[in-house]
């Protein structure tokens, strides 16, 4: 990219880039699963944040500051190890955030629902329903960015603000509990090692992530080399803090084999509520995991749409990745494409198997499509100097897609499990090399 590249506006100063770095890691849905594998997980998140989130921080920040300007990922990789790669790590980041969303939007959806009554249950159930509710959820989140980032900016910050009432809700709920009947599950944190919890550890690693989707705005930041470095410092600190208090907080008030992975806050609010006599807390819960939901689909959405709209710029995709709308000033062509791509993967998906199966076999897609990036940042963060980080992140990194293969109990199919994740991927870097090959020789001279 030169000069004459379309520039995105300087709209993010340090509080709107920390509260998107959050919005943009904080996963709400990430609780439950941690307090139903255990208080053990609180030893995990520490090891996460430490071998991992800080890692990507230092990585992130030197990067950014090496390579300004829109693209992040793809910009270091493309400059350290060349465009095929660059190309390769963009359009593998890329589909696994459209992964992302079918399985962010079927969890945060069902558990808004279940939270709020015996009266709603029934919907959370219905997968028509969340089908199209999840639809809505991410096209109003897509749709706020697409219009500019003054307006779509504060679909992430108040998902953030969202989710920091929910964690100090949850805190303070729990506190209340506590002194009334003491806790319902002993925080012992040494964590359980077994067959059973190796897919777990990958999405705990997984919910580290986010702070590279930072650098994707850096066109779009004030003063990018101090203010991203601040913002990624805080948001790190938060987001440890947040997902140990909440698992914490949820142990208290239900034992780990009464959380289950999807509906858990709901059924932590219910149990508080019933206990505290406070019939407002679990309809509370519902709106506030719906917000932080849509702050985390503009958040992600926004960022990953700057990827192709680089790689447009770039003429490594059509001419039209690489436009910027003449009246709002987004790559308004990426972000629908995501959106198109988000909302096809949330339909296909569901094919031949239960629900239940069907989000997880998109959270283990997620997982590798979402990790196999993180070889290169790592790399480029080798290239800048940063050793330990680089060696600490790629150690994170091949673990969590290792443990990502595993079946939970809720898979049935074990074989049609594994062959979704086998041709899911594989069709990944088959897309990618295609649409490299046929950028190429559309570029080549006749």
């Given at each position: ?15 709107d ?43 992130v ?41 079918p ?8 558990a808004?629902i ?33 219009i ?14 969202a ?31 077994n ?12 919910a ?19 203010t ?23 142990l ?18 219910e ?7 406070l ?9 506030l ?9 503009g ?24 436009r ?57 963060a080798?290239?800048a100097?940063?050793r330990v ?27 049609l ?5 086998a ?6 870097i ?17």
């Amino acid at each position: 990219m030169d000069d004459r590249s379309p520039q995105l506006k300087r709209e993010l100063g340090l509080r709107d880039i920390t509260f998107f770095a959050i919005a943009c890691i904080v996963g709400t849905r990430w609780i439950p699963a941690a307090a139903h594998a255990g208080p053990g997980a609180v030893t995990l998140w520490l090891l996460a944040a430490v071998l991992f989130m800080v890692p990507l921080a230092i990585a992130v920040a030197a990067l950014s500051v090496k390579y300004p300007g829109t693209g992040g990922l793809y910009l270091w990789t493309r400059n350290d190890f060349g465009r095929w790669h660059g190309f390769l790590c963009f359009v593998v980041y890329w589909i696994g955030i459209a992964f992302w969303f079918p399985g962010a939007a079927m969890f945060y959806m069902s558990a808004g629902i279940y939270a709020l009554g015996p009266s709603y249950r029934y919907l959370a159930g219905s997968r028509p329903f969340l089908l199209a509710i999840s639809l809505v959820a991410i096209w109003v989140a897509l749709g706020t960015n697409l219009i500019g980032m003054r307006i779509g900016k504060w679909t992430q910050n108040l998902g953030a603000a969202a989710t920091w009432l929910l964690g100090a809700m949850l805190g303070a709920v729990a506190a209340a509990v506590f002194s009334r009947r003491g806790t319902a599950t002993p925080i012992h944190i040494a964590p359980t090692w077994n067959w059973d919890t190796l897919s777990f550890w990958s999405t705990i690693a997984y919910a580290m992530t986010g702070l590279e989707m930072a650098g994707l705005m850096g066109g779009e930041i004030r003063d990018p080399a101090r203010t991203l470095p601040r913002a990624g410092w805080i948001a790190s600190a938060f987001t440890t803090a947040f997902y140990i208090s909440a698992t914490v907080a949820l142990l208290v008030i239900l034992p780990p084999g009464q959380i289950s992975e999807m509906n858990g806050l709901a059924e932590a609010g219910e149990s508080a509520s019933r206990t505290l006599h406070l019939a407002w807390l679990t309809p509370v819960v519902a709106v506030l995991v719906m917000a932080s939901a849509v702050g985390q689909f503009g958040g992600l959405g926004t960022s990953v749409s700057r990827l192709p709209f680089a790689a447009g710029v770039d003429r490594l995709l059509p001419a039209a990745f690489g436009r910027v709308h003449a009246r709002w000033g987004t790559p308004h062509i990426a972000i629908v494409t995501l959106g198109v791509l988000a909302s096809f993967l949330l339909v296909a998906i569901q094919l031949g198997d239960t629900m239940r199966a069907a989000y997880q076999t998109l959270v283990s897609l997620m997982v590798i499509t979402g990790f196999l990036p993180f070889l290169y940042i790592f790399g480029s963060a080798w290239k800048a100097g940063k050793r330990v980080s680089a060696i600490s992140g790629w150690a994170i990194t091949l673990l969590a897609i290792l443990c990502s293969v595993v079946p939970t109990a809720e898979v049935k199919n074990v074989w049609l499990f594994e062959t979704k994740l086998a041709v899911g991927t594989a069709a990944v870097i088959a897309t990618a090399w295609l649409l490299y090959r046929r950028t190429r020789q559309a570029a080549a001279p006749v």
